[in-house]
């Protein structure tokens, strides 16, 4: 079975902070598929990153950037200065290798107080 | 091509009515996902079809619930016989772990 855990549900910070996202999975494939979504008010998800376990760079782009560690099977996540505009529910997600199905955390609601 | 189009955008119904949901996926893309999102909850899976196929379905997915896709286009998710606990965002995606999953905005359901 795959599991994705998000610990923290709600995370308020004042705009221009940084906050981090964490993201903990569990899976028995060593192939597999780590997402990022950000899903603001509308609904929508909106993807962010998709990382293979193969590839374990960290990336930055823009002010988000994200750190995967096959070692303590987390994938986090970091907004840089923050922006009113980031407030939203921000999704980890885990598929692996043949596998149709993503697992999703429970989101981390992200609140950027002005 | 604009992304996934889900229509209706929102549904209310009232209990014991049918109600159907319509997904329109990225036109390249061969396979088809529902989600299902509850209050304060991560998306959970329902159905996947790769085509017209319908290839796998999750236990969620009661008797009620039928999905299609014909022509592998477009697809559809029917709830018969709604009940209060249907009430749910419910989510259509389009693409594969190489491209990406590429969602639509959902159909917001509430079951009065």
């Known amino acids: 079975a795959q599991k994705v855990t998000q610990a923290q549900t709600e995370i308020s910070v004042v705009e221009k902070e940084d906050v981090t996202l964490d993201c903990v999975y569990e899976?028995?494939?060593?192939?597999?598929?780590l997402f990022w979504y950000k899903q603001p008010p509308s609904g929508e998800l909106v993807f962010l990153i998709r990382?293979?376990?193969?590839?374990?760079q960290n990336e930055i782009s823009g002010r988000y950037s994200w750190n995967f560690q096959k070692s303590t099977s987390s994938f986090n996540f970091t907004i840089t200065a923050s922006q009113v505009v980031d407030s939203a529910v921000y999704f980890c997600a885990l598929t692996s290798y043949g596998n149709n199905r993503l697992a999703f955390g429970k989101g981390n609601q992200v609140v950027v107080i002005p | 091509d604009t992304g996934v189009s889900q229509n209706p955008r929102h549904k209310i119904t009232k209990r014991g009515q049918n109600v159907t949901f319509r997904c329109d996926p990225i036109?390249?893309?061969?396979?088809l996902y529902w989600y299902r999102q509850t209050l304060g909850q991560g998306p959970e899976f329902l159905t996947y079809f790769q085509n017209e196929a319908q290839l796998e379905k999750s236990r969620l997915l009661s008797d009620r619930f039928s999905a299609e896709r014909p022509k592998g286009s477009f697809s559809t998710l029917e709830i018969q016989r709604t009940e209060q606990g249907d009430s749910a965002m419910y989510l259509c995606?389009?693409?594969?772990?190489?491209?990406?999953?590429?969602f639509g905005s959902g159909t917001r359901l509430t079951v009065v």
């Open positions: 899976t028995r494939d060593t192939t597999y598929y």
């Open positions: 036109s390249e893309h061969n396979r």
């Open positions: 995606a389009s693409g594969d772990t190489y491209y990406g999953y590429t």
């Open positions: 990382r293979n376990s193969f590839d374990e």
